[in-house]
């Protein structure tokens, strides 16, 4: 039995959620770069974790576009993961 996936609503919180994880996680790979260097294993592991969070929004993204193919304004739909610098509304 195929899965049906996310309703838009559900991709809006995950967005958002996203996005504040993101944030988060750009701020301790500072903190943890300036504290142990760049090519130290802690690094490394902050780095790889910034790397899967953003493999899953790509995959949520295109998840929401081709599970709203009707969705007239399809910017907005790539903005539900991607929304810019002024973050998710």
């Known amino acids: 039995m195929k899965r049906k996936g996310f309703t838009l609503e559900q991709h809006r919180e995950t967005g958002r959620t996203a996005y504040q994880a993101r944030?988060?996680?750009l701020k301790l790979c500072d903190s943890v770069n300036a504290a142990y260097g760049k090519t130290k294993r802690?690094?490394?592991a902050a780095t790889?974790?910034?790397r899967w969070?953003?493999?899953m929004?790509?995959?949520l993204d295109d998840a929401v576009v081709a599970e709203n193919p009707t969705h007239l304004d399809r910017q907005a739909l790539i903005r539900i993961y991607y929304p810019g610098r002024g973050g998710p509304t």
Do not use: P, T
């Open 42 to 44: 802690q690094s490394q």
């Open 48 to 50: 790889k974790a910034l």
């Open 23 to 25: 944030e988060l996680l």
């Open 53 to 55: 969070l953003d493999s």
């Open 57 to 59: 929004r790509s995959a």
